[in-house]
């Protein structure tokens, strides 16, 4: 993918994450720092089209923004879903959805049921990175602080 296709999929990514962040009321810094996650998302599933599989493009980039999410977070003390909500905007199947309601009132079943299959593994995906990344990153701060009180009690710094 050339490079200037890249910086454009940045650029609109983050123009559309940020007309989210304006409807959800986003104020301050988390207005331009949230649409970042977003983002990076789009550009890491872009770059993950050589895995021939958008379920796993999904959950790549929705690990992606979730460590982005969890990350900003702590250093700005702030909930992780602000960021996480609008960084996840590129990555939600709505293609996937409309077309699994039209197949249903249109009575195609069987494109009906392969289009809500691949939807709903669509959004497992993105629930199985957000909880992965989620868990893995409270044990490692469960603990980082476990031998920071440790260090603390043999009267280190």
């Known amino acids: 993918m050339p490079i200037h296709s890249l910086i454009l999929d940045f650029i609109y990514a983050y123009i559309a994450c940020l007309a989210f962040t304006l409807i959800y009321n986003m104020r301050g810094k988390f207005v331009l720092l949230a649409p970042l996650g977003g983002s990076i998302a789009w550009i890491i599933y872009n770059m993950m089209a050589y895995t021939e599989s958008d379920i796993l493009q999904n959950f790549i980039a929705t690990m992606a923004v979730s460590l982005y999410s969890e990350t900003m977070a702590r250093v700005y003390k702030a909930p992780v879903t602000m960021f996480l909500v609008v960084g996840l905007l590129p990555l939600v199947p709505g293609a996937g959805i409309y077309y699994t309601m039209e197949y249903l009132v249109m ?10 299959v691949h939807t709903l593994a669509i959004a497992g995906a993105l629930a199985l990175g957000i909880v992965l990344v989620s868990s893995l990153f409270r044990l490692c701060m469960m603990y980082w602080y476990h031998l920071k009180r440790r260090r603390l009690a043999r009267g280190g710094k």
């Open 107 to 116: 009575g195609n079943q069987y494109a009906f049921g392969q289009s809500l």
